[in-house]
């Protein structure tokens, strides 16, 4: 060890300045803030979007349509990917965890199941929601489509 290594113990250095605590301190006065002005007063705060007093963009443009809180938004996928996934994987059964496995949709994601292309094997699927095309060839294959 010699005096090129030492180093202040640990806790014992104030990294962070304390500001307004006098001209001593050398960030005295202003502390920093700069002089006069809105935002050099106390209890300061601007809410998002605030244009000095302007009117908002976000008020100033018009609204219009309507937004359905109570819509259900459904992952479609075809029953062309469920002949896939049944070749590829060799199974008979598919449900929402087989689908999130294969990464077709998502674990939160609502499911309905579609009559786009052709399917041969008979599976036994369980979604959320079926097309009534890819219910009638899910049944036409000899499989069942099972609402969840």
Do not use: C, W
Request: aromatic letters at 4%; charged letters at 25%; zero cysteines.
């Amino acid at each position: 060890m010699d005096l090129s290594n030492l180093k202040p113990a640990k806790g014992s250095v104030r990294t962070n300045k304390r500001l307004g605590r006098g001209e001593g301190s050398t960030r005295g006065g202003t502390a920093t803030k700069g002089h006069k002005g809105q935002k050099s007063r106390s209890g300061y705060s601007r809410t998002a979007g605030f244009e000095g007093g302007q009117m908002p963009l976000q008020r100033r443009v018009p609204k219009y349509g309507f937004k359905n809180v109570n819509r259900k938004s459904y992952k479609g996928i075809n029953i062309d990917a469920l002949q896939g996934l049944a070749e590829k994987s060799g199974i008979t059964e598919i449900d929402i965890q087989t689908l999130v496995n294969a990464g077709f949709a998502s674990r939160n994601d609502l499911v309905k199941i579609l009559g786009g292309g052709t399917l041969e094997a008979k599976l036994e699927v369980r979604a959320h929601a079926f097309s009534a095309s890819a219910q009638e060839a899910i049944e036409k294959s000899g499989g069942t489509a099972v609402k969840i």
